[in-house]
C-alpha cells in the first residue's frame, strides 16, 4: 500500500519544484516530525535528518501523492536518500502516517 502522504524539508518545499517534477500542484501544509533534527550534509550539499529524542523538525506534508509520483521523486533524490514511514504531527494536532526521505 502506498501511502498519500510525503513529509519535506528542504528544496521539495518549494512548490514550483514539486511542480515541475510531477506536472502538477499537490495540496501542502505544514506539519513537524517529532525525534529529528535537520542539518546540512556536507558529503552531498544538501540538508539531511537524522533521529535525535527531543528534536523537531518544521517542514510540509505534501497530500496526494501516488505510485508514479514517488517513482518521480525517488529518482530526483536519488541514491543519497531513502524513504522511510514516519508520524508527523500537523498544525491542526492531526497525527499522520507520511513517507519522508533520509540519507541512504
Known amino acids: 500500500m502506498t501511502l498519500p502522504r510525503l513529509f519535506v524539508y528542504g528544496t521539495l518545499q518549494n512548490d514550483s519544484v514539486v511542480q515541475e517534477l510531477l506536472g ?7 506539519a513537524v516530525l517529532r525525534d529529528f533534527y ?5 558529503t552531498i550539499g544538501y540538508h539531511v535528518i537524522r533521529p535525535q529524542e527531543g528534536a523537531s523538525v518544521a517542514g510540509t506534508v505534501l497530500d496526494g501523492i501516488d505510485e508514479k509520483s514517488l517513482a518521480i521523486l525517488d529518482e530526483y533524490e536519488g541514491s543519497q536518500y531513502r524513504r522511510i514511514v514516519v508520524q508527523v504531527h500537523t498544525i491542526e494536532g492531526r497525527v499522520l502516517d507520511a513517507y519522508v526521505y533520509v540519507p541512504a
Open 24 to 30: 502538477h500542484r499537490l495540496f501542502a501544509r505544514p
Open 38 to 42: 535537520r542539518t546540512l550534509d556536507p
